[in-house]
């Protein structure tokens, strides 16, 4: 059973405006979140992150927003760029169960010039 | 980065044959992953270790057998490969950052 869910396949956004990806959780004992970032042919690279204890991280053109009563997350790319253009995947784990991440199934982003 | 190498970078092989996948890391992390990518379900955990001769399964474990001999090694097998093991498999570790470095994945067609 899915534990990390990403429900939306794909996403399309203008060069310049909000990009909001998001992901839901069913496991209440997880306490933190990452976002990757996966260019075809590459392997996932670190995006942001964010613990239980906070509401909201930023770093750059990136925020990511956790709704832990909605067990819910989002990514924000404001501006979006043409380079965004990739798979992101959401990821969530337990500090209680060891080392494993679950990952969500990704949303293709896709940033038109 | 930690320097995470996998090989092959592309495999094709025959439904019943033995295949073994190679992560190599030069950063010295204590843990290791092997994932692999499909569509429509993401990044699943196969295995993992916490060290050296220690593994563990994760939630796809079945058809698959790893090892590690050293901290730098990590072996993925698939003793006889079917049909539905196709996949892109990924090579994860994690070091002091509380989150995962990638290698680029290994191409798994099995024909």
């Known amino acids: 059973d899915q534990q990390v869910k990403q429900n939306s396949p794909s996403l399309s956004v203008q060069e310049g405006r909000i990009s909001i990806l998001n992901c839901d959780y069913t496991?209440?004992?997880?306490?933190?979140f990452l976002w990757y970032k996966k260019y075809p042919a590459e392997g996932p690279t670190f995006l942001i992150s964010?613990?239980?204890?906070?509401d909201k991280n930023e770093d750059g053109r990136f925020t990511v927003f956790l709704n832990k009563s909605a067990k819910h997350l989002s990514l924000h790319i404001v501006p979006s760029q043409p380079g965004d253009s990739a798979v992101y995947f959401c990821?969530?784990?337990?500090?209680?169960?060891?080392?494993?991440?679950?990952f969500g199934t990704g949303t293709s982003l896709t940033v038109i010039p | 980065d930690a320097g995470i190498t996998q090989s092959p970078r592309h495999k094709v092989t025959e439904t019943g044959t033995p295949v073994t996948l190679r992560c190599h890391q030069t950063?010295?992390?204590?843990?290791m992953y092997w994932y692999r990518q499909d569509p429509g379900h993401g990044l699943r955990l196969i295995h993992y270790?916490?060290?050296?001769?220690?593994?563990d399964k994760g939630e796809v474990s079945d058809g698959y057998s790893v090892s590690r001999s050293k901290t730098e090694d990590f072996l993925l097998t698939l003793e006889s490969a079917t049909s539905s093991q196709t996949s892109v498999y990924f090579c994860?570790?994690?070091?002091?950052?509380?989150?995962?470095?990638f290698g680029s994945g290994t191409r798994l067609t099995v024909v």
């Open positions: 994860a570790t994690r070091g002091v950052i509380y989150g995962y470095t």
């Open positions: 496991n209440s004992m997880f306490d933190y």
């Open positions: 964010i613990s239980s204890i906070k």
């Open positions: 990821a969530a784990s337990a500090s209680t169960s060891g080392n494993q991440f679950y």
């Open positions: 950063e010295n992390h204590r843990y």
């Open positions: 270790s916490y060290g050296v001769k220690d593994t």
